[in-house]
């Protein structure tokens, strides 16, 4: 079955250290990847698409890199802050129309001061 | 307008009652979606509008009837819900249906809950 799966339900870091979120995917070949930031009882915010023929994408203090080969996208925050609490969720189209953006789990970030 | 608006925000109703949700975007987009949230849980895609048809129903139960007006407008018709569907639905859009950039923009959400 097809499948996009972040590792860690939550990851607690100390404020200043770099995160790093991993999502991994099967069966899919996926065009590209986004990643989106979702605070409580809100609507996912996107933050970064990268594309298959990118090894790495960055935005300001966001990093996403995404090997084909291993089926999976990292996401980096350096020197992170605990406004960057939130769960974070990547993404995948699965359909060649483009519309069908499928999430995986997700993973809940604390930054601690 | 970079914003996608839903109301209500919240909606308490019982399971005989018809209610509908409501979302709006300005942003010239030609996509848009509804998403059903489950607390702890990724968004699930419900229904998707591709140039104001209907081009994808992830084999939603017909008590969820989509509708959209116009490009601009999108609505989610509740009829005899049950107590499982209370959720954070989720109205969303995209520029450019099948684009090779589609980022999505998500609404704030409607909090339902089936009593």
């Known amino acids: 079955s097809q499948k996009i799966e972040q590792n860690s339900e939550a990851l607690n870091i100390q404020e200043g250290k770099t995160a790093t979120l991993t999502c991994n995917y099967t069966n899919y070949s996926p065009a590209y990847l986004q990643w989106y930031r979702q605070d409580p009882g809100r609507g996912p915010v996107f933050l970064l698409l990268i594309r298959e023929n990118e090894k790495e994408k960055r935005k300001e203090r966001l990093k996403v890199t995404f090997d084909t080969t291993l089926k999976q996208s990292l996401f980096h925050i350096t020197a992170s802050q605990p406004a960057d609490s939130a769960t974070y969720l990547c993404?995948?189209?699965?359909?060649?129309?483009?519309?069908?953006?499928?999430f995986g789990g997700g993973t809940r970030l604390m930054v601690k001061p | 307008d970079t914003e996608v608006t839903q109301t209500p925000k919240h909606l308490v109703m019982g399971m005989t009652n018809k209610k509908s949700l409501k979302c709006e975007q300005h942003m010239g987009h030609r996509a848009m979606y509804w998403y059903k949230q489950k607390a702890k849980k990724p968004p699930e895609l419900m229904f998707v509008y591709s140039y104001e048809k209907l081009s994808i129903n992830e084999s939603v139960p017909s008590r969820f009837s989509p509708e959209c007006p116009n490009s601009s407008l999108l609505n989610l018709h509740l009829h005899a819900l049950q107590p499982e569907d209370s959720a954070l639905y989720l109205c969303a859009s995209s520029q450019d249906p099948g684009g090779s950039y589609n980022e999505q923009f998500f609404g704030p959400g409607t909090r339902l809950t089936v009593l």
């Open positions: 993404a995948l189209v699965i359909d060649n129309a483009g519309n069908m953006l499928t």
